[in-house]
């Protein structure tokens, strides 16, 4: 199944996992399974029409990876995006990326 994260342009934050909330940080984001990402996304705010800016909108998270880009001096996102281990078994023991 592929996963999918929200971006919401109304407050210009990912969603957070279970719809609670919003971050500025893609590690926080929640995951969501396309079906539930077009749903939270068309009802957002009356939904989205054809004029204007969409509030909500689904991006599917391996997109985002690819574009994650590495921070000078840090090890930050393109490390992990390039296939690098998550979490508690990360390579590298500052990053504050995940």
Same mark, same amino acid.
């Given at each position: 199944?592929? $996963?999918? %994260?929200?971006?919401?342009? $109304?407050? $210009?934050?990912?969603?957070?996992?279970?719809r609670r909330g919003y971050t500025n940080h893609v590690r926080g984001a929640g995951r969501y399974s396309r079906e539930e990402a077009?749903?939270?996304c068309s009802g957002a705010r009356d939904g989205f029409y054809a004029v204007g800016i969409p509030p909500e909108i689904p991006v599917p998270f391996k997109d985002v990876l690819e574009c994650l880009v590495l921070k000078p001096g840090s090890h930050d996102c393109d490390a992990h995006a390039k296939g690098f281990p %998550?979490?508690?078994s990360c390579q590298f023991p500052d990053c504050a990326c995940w």
């Open positions: 199944m592929d $996963e999918y %994260l929200i971006w919401s342009n $109304e407050h $210009e934050a990912w969603w957070r996992a279970n077009v749903s939270i %998550l979490g508690a």
